[in-house]
């Protein structure tokens, strides 16, 4: 009876014996909660969150039911942005530190500090061959001992690494090496031309992590061809990473090509998001059925610069008689600015005056505003519309859930599009200083 009453208080400590992951972050101040994530290619599993105390410490226990793979750590929101990986083998306790400039090291696990020094050791190589290149030495001697050093540092990783998840990952990064010397025009074409000869896109634990995102944003973004031409280099740099990845799944496809299509998005770089979305993106939309998607991609394109103002109805004062017309037939200024703007909103309460002041100062007839107010209800606009006479008027009836302001795909106010005499889009101006700045007006 006393072995039954023993085994039974015993075997809970066997079943749910722990692993634990804690670290510190500093500064401390910096940072309030951390999240764990279990990750596989598609779907990221919330694990568990811990409070990170004042000292900037943390600590989650992880119960057998943690299985070994792939976690993400996140530290701060939006969590796209504030995160990293760490492998979790299922056999041993992990401990790191975290500062926001020099990033994560591991200070306990051996599959996190393999991988970690491996990173470290191969940059390092990669440091001494850009060195040696941009000096223009003669020194060939110098050139093989560091190819050397870099193949004899590949090798022993890979040793080391033996029966470890951290091995695909050394393996996947395994760069170029020459097997005689080459000139810095030929290793650099070598270098582009070899660079995905080892990445498996197709290999779940590297779909499970940021590697093979950055793997493809530092292709498109650092292998340059032609510096003269920045759009057609990057598309070029797309084309081939496409062609690399063409065996994937279509839903990491999704994943590999949205993120770059965000990053060209966020620079501005319109031809070549769009050039992702119309060549790649949209018809692997269509095929996971992702009509969210497809919906951005196309509206991001219809509100690209050069592409015709999607239309809608105002009125305007004709011969005295107030008169309903379309957008797209207006025809009283050289430019047209669209401030989606609302009386509930202190900036735009702050932004449209002055927007006011600056258009009274051009010559009449350079420029109109066309000034649509996104409301749940007409009376507080109606009467701030009165104080800006010079303003065509168009009430946004439903707000955020209002059809001209969806075609233009506002999510904030105020918002600014800038019109040429035809209606086409020539800039969307992120605030009243880019604007003035557009006209020649900077400060």
Request: negative net charge; glycine residues 4%; charged residues 25%.
């Amino acid at each position: 009876m006393k072995r039954l009453l023993f085994l039974s208080l015993l075997l809970p400590s066997i079943l749910f014996a722990q692993h634990t992951i804690k670290g510190v972050f500093s500064p401390p101040d910096d940072y309030n909660v951390a999240l764990l994530y279990k990750v596989t290619p598609t779907v990221s599993k919330y694990i568990a969150n811990t409070v990170i105390k004042e000292d900037g410490s943390f600590e989650i226990k992880l119960d057998t039911t943690a299985t070994k793979g792939m976690y993400r750590l996140v530290y701060a929101i939006p969590q796209e942005d504030y995160n990293f990986d760490i492998i979790y083998n299922g056999k041993e306790d992990i401990e790191l530190t975290f500062n926001s400039e020099t990033g994560v090291k591991f200070t306990k696990s051996v599959e996190n500090k393999l991988l970690s020094s491996y990173t470290n050791s191969m940059s390092m190589v990669t440091q001494s061959i850009g060195n040696y290149f941009r000096k223009q030495s003669k020194d060939t001697t110098a050139l093989k001992a560091i190819f050397k050093t870099q193949k004899e540092t590949q090798l022993s990783f890979e040793k080391a690494a033996k029966e470890t998840i951290a091995l695909q990952f050394i393996k996947a990064n395994k760069p170029y090496i020459p097997s005689k010397i080459e000139d810095v025009n030929v290793y650099s074409h070598n270098l582009k031309k070899h660079y995905f000869d080892y990445v498996d896109f197709k290999n779940k634990t590297l779909q499970s992590s940021s590697f093979l995102q950055e793997k493809v944003l530092n292709y498109v973004f650092g292998m340059v061809s032609n510096p003269e031409d920045e759009i057609a280099n990057y598309k070029k740099n797309i084309d081939v990473v496409c062609s690399k990845m063409k065996e994937a799944p279509k839903e990491i496809k999704r994943i590999l090509l949205v993120d770059t299509w965000q990053q060209m998005a966020d620079l501005g770089l319109e031809p070549v998001a769009n050039h992702i979305a119309e060549t790649y993106l949209m018809d692997i939309a269509v095929a996971l059925n992702d009509q969210e998607l497809l919906h951005t991609l196309m509206l991001y394109k219809d509100l690209s610069l050069g592409n015709q103002a999607p239309d809608f109805d105002l009125e305007i004062k004709e011969k005295g008689k107030l008169i309903t017309k379309k957008l797209s037939k207006l025809d009283v200024a050289e430019n047209y600015i669209i401030v989606f703007w609302s009386s509930t909103c202190s900036h735009c309460l702050d932004e449209v005056p002055q927007l006011q002041t600056y258009i009274q100062s051009k010559e009449k007839g350079l420029i109109k505003v066309v000034a649509v107010g996104l409301e749940d209800e007409p009376y507080r606009w109606k009467d701030l519309t009165y104080s800006f006479p010079e303003f065509i008027h168009v009430y946004g009836e439903g707000k955020w859930d209002n059809e001209i302001g969806d075609a233009y795909g506002v999510t904030s106010t105020p918002t600014y599009f800038i019109l040429d005499k035809d209606k086409k889009i020539i800039e969307k101006p992120e605030d009243f200083e880019t604007l003035k700045a557009f006209f020649g007006d900077e400060e």
